[in-house]
Nanobody, 116 residues
């Protein structure tokens, strides 16, 4: 099983990024996919999730600025982030949770740094 996240980087405040996470070794269509983030010295927190049927949920801190989506044909989940703020700086992790078994897998993370 592998969740390969990419797309992070250094961006100025107000900028945008799109993160991608490609899953392999799992039945992607049966997994709720999510993005989480962990800033230095803080606990990992939920950013957004998308269920097997496409329902989405967002943390209040990112609502209106972030869109999560999935492409089941490509086994990929995306996180489009707009109007980035310095407080969005964190390592962003991709998570898969199997709808039936509850099995959870995490990706390795991708660094997002918002700074001028």
């Amino acid at each position: 099983v592998q969740l390969q996240a990419c797309g992070g980087g250094l961006v100025q405040p107000g900028g945008s990024l799109r993160l991608s996470c490609v899953a392999s070794g799992i039945q992607f269509i049966f997994n709720t996919m999510g993005w989480y983030r962990q800033a230095p010295g803080k606990q990992r927190e939920l950013v957004a999730t998308v269920t097997t049927v496409g329902s989405t949920d967002y943390a209040d801190s990112v609502k209106g600025r972030v869109t999560i989506s999935r492409d089941n044909a490509k086994n990929t989940v995306y996180l489009q982030m707009l109007s980035l703020k310095p407080e969005d700086t964190a390592v962003y992790y991709c998570k898969a949770r199997h709808y039936y078994s509850g099995t959870v897998y995490w990706g390795q993370g991708t660094q997002v740094t918002v700074s001028s």
